[in-house]
């Protein structure tokens, strides 16, 4: 991925205002480590509480198959 573009997402947002010059400094590392928690919480906070009511279900459907089986 091409830094420049990188650098103009960060600063569209708000957070780099730094130079776009390509350049993977230390002002594009600050602002992509400021982003970084942004972006984990987009992509896995819904994912992992839908994951968790899911696995949930699942393990009370394998218990209410496994008592039906096994007659308790």
Do not use: C, H
């Amino acid at each position: 991925m091409e830094i420049v573009k990188i650098q103009q997402a960060l600063r569209a947002i708000g957070i780099y205002e730094g130079r776009i010059d390509g350049i993977p400094g230390p002002l594009t590392r600050k602002a992509a480590l400021e982003f970084y928690p942004m972006l984990v919480s987009i992509l896995t906070v819904p994912d992992a509480m839908k994951l968790e009511k899911e696995n949930k279900k699942m393990k009370n459907d394998i218990r209410v198959a496994r008592e039906a089986l096994l007659g308790w």
